[in-house]
């Protein structure tokens, strides 16, 4: 199966990235550029942004879920901007329709999303954002966007995989930031650290002498019953894979095999035969993801008959400290009120 990033960005010494240096520069500069000279247009209500330093995946949607669930405690409408990544939806602002949108329509991140609120999948996150309230909505959640979105965040909070952290620390594309360490550090507000592990060591120092708050973040498994002591095949088309099979291992599963498949795959009715045969020959149960299983729902009919027999692992998050998530929504209406009232 197809690898999500070149192993060597996770390599601390690596001649190709060395060599990719001079295009890295390059990136950066623009990426830079985009960042601290680029306008931001405001709107009338608080904007948070779940976002990371890194391409790849980090657990944004699951923050960005328990975001919203501490806006709704509050009291209040929230509502999501994201681009809809993997998705065919036109440059128009497109609000999502649970039940009717496809995931290779509007992307499979904004209907787990939509589960928790209104969603607007749009390129333009100004344009969405008044979508959002027309719709009703009084505080944004944007997932992902930090770097290039062209509107005003009154809070940003950045999502590190504790096992990953940030690789060999190096701009695209010699390494997975999406601009300079420092460049990004100076627009974070906070770093939420998923996972337990020590590869975000080094990060966390750094955000430390920057003045950043640290909070951490712990995968807790829903439904883990239904495969512990159970021999099974997990497989996964999301940023990180292997950091779902450990979760199936914790929940007390025998992993006998695992399959990674790139971020946003859409499984074709070949690997979904290949699975097939593997389950029946190996005596295997299959486990995936929500975010496979909403791809698949909307995937060939091979694939949404293949999804009917397996176990789709659902989890949230645990936030350390306690209520960190009714803070931070606290924080972000604080900000925006002195932003509309100075």
Same mark, same amino acid.
């Given at each position: 199966?197809?690898?999500?990033?070149?192993?060597?960005?996770?390599?601390?010494?690596?001649?190709?990235?060395?060599?990719?240096?001079?295009?890295?520069?390059?990136?950066?500069?623009?990426?830079?550029?985009?960042?601290?000279?680029?306008?931001?247009?405001?709107?009338?209500?608080?904007?948070?942004?779940?976002?990371?330093?890194?391409?790849?995946?980090?657990?944004?949607?699951?923050?960005?879920?328990?975001?919203?669930?501490?806006?709704? %405690?509050?009291?209040?409408?929230?509502?999501?901007?994201?681009?809809?990544?993997?998705?065919?939806?036109? *440059?128009?602002?497109?609000?999502?329709?649970?039940?009717?949108?496809?995931?290779?329509?509007? #992307? @499979?991140?904004?209907?787990?999303?939509?589960?928790?609120?209104?969603?607007?999948? !749009?390129?333009?996150?100004?344009?969405? %954002? /008044?979508?959002?309230?027309?719709?009703?909505?009084?505080?944004?959640?944007?997932?992902?966007?930090?770097? !290039? *979105?062209?509107?005003?965040? @009154?809070?940003?909070? /950045?999502?590190?995989?504790?096992?990953? #952290?940030?690789?060999?620390?190096?701009?695209?594309?010699?390494?997975?930031?999406?601009?300079?360490? !420092?460049?990004?550090?100076?627009?974070?507000?906070?770093?939420?650290?998923?996972?337990?592990? @020590?590869? %975000?060591?080094?990060?966390?120092?750094?955000?430390?002498?920057?003045?950043?708050?640290?909070?951490?973040?712990?995968?807790?498994?829903?439904?883990?019953?239904?495969?512990?002591?159970?021999?099974?095949?997990?497989?996964?088309?999301?940023?990180?894979?292997?950091?779902?099979?450990?979760?199936?291992?914790?929940?007390?599963? @025998?992993?006998? /095999?695992?399959?990674?498949?790139?971020?946003?795959?859409?499984?074709?009715?070949?690997?979904? %035969?290949?699975?097939?045969?593997?389950?029946?020959?190996?005596?295997?149960?299959?486990?995936?993801?929500?975010?496979?299983?909403?791809?698949?729902? !909307?995937?060939?009919?091979?694939?949404?008959?293949?999804?009917?027999?397996?176990?789709?692992?659902?989890?949230?998050?645990?936030?350390?400290?306690?209520?960190?998530?009714?803070?931070?929504?606290?924080?972000?209406?604080?900000?925006?009120?002195?932003?509309?009232?100075?």
């Amino acid at each position: 199966m197809v690898g999500n990033a070149p192993d060597f960005w996770w390599e601390e010494r690596s001649w190709k990235a060395l060599a990719l240096t001079p295009a890295a520069l390059a990136y950066d500069a623009v990426a830079r550029r985009r960042m601290v000279q680029a306008p931001r247009l405001p709107v009338p209500i608080p904007v948070i942004c779940v976002g990371n330093f890194t391409v790849g995946g980090t657990g944004k949607t699951p923050v960005a879920v328990e975001i919203a669930k501490a806006a709704k %405690a509050r009291g209040l409408n929230p509502g999501f901007l994201t681009r809809g990544h993997g998705g065919t939806v036109g *440059a128009l602002p497109h609000i999502v329709k649970p039940g009717r949108d496809l995931a290779r329509h509007v #992307g @499979d991140e904004p209907l787990l999303l939509a589960e928790h609120g209104i969603v607007c999948v !749009s390129r333009d996150r100004h344009a969405g %954002a /008044q979508r959002l309230l027309a719709r009703g909505c009084d505080f944004a959640i944007m997932d992902d966007g930090f770097q !290039s *979105a062209r509107i005003h965040i @009154d809070y940003a909070l /950045q999502v590190v995989d504790a096992v990953r #952290g940030i690789g060999n620390g190096k701009v695209l594309p010699a390494g997975p930031l999406r601009a300079s360490l !420092s460049t990004q550090m100076r627009f974070t507000d906070a770093l939420m650290v998923t996972g337990k592990g @020590d590869g %975000a060591t080094a990060l966390i120092r750094m955000a430390a002498r920057a003045a950043k708050p640290v909070y951490h973040a712990f995968v807790e498994p829903m439904n883990a019953e239904s495969i512990a002591g159970k021999r099974v095949l997990a497989f996964a088309g999301i940023g990180h894979p292997p950091k779902f099979f450990e979760t199936v291992k914790e929940c007390g599963a @025998d992993l006998v /095999q695992a399959d990674s498949f790139p971020d946003h795959h859409g499984f074709t009715d070949t690997e979904i %035969a290949e699975l097939g045969e593997t389950l029946e020959r190996r005596g295997l149960i299959a486990v995936t993801t929500a975010k496979d299983a909403a791809r698949m729902r !909307s995937g060939s009919k091979a694939a949404q008959a293949f999804l009917t027999h397996c176990v789709v692992l659902d989890i949230c998050l645990r936030f350390d400290p306690a209520g960190i998530a009714e803070r931070i929504v606290g924080e972000t209406i604080a900000r925006a009120q002195r932003r509309r009232f100075p």
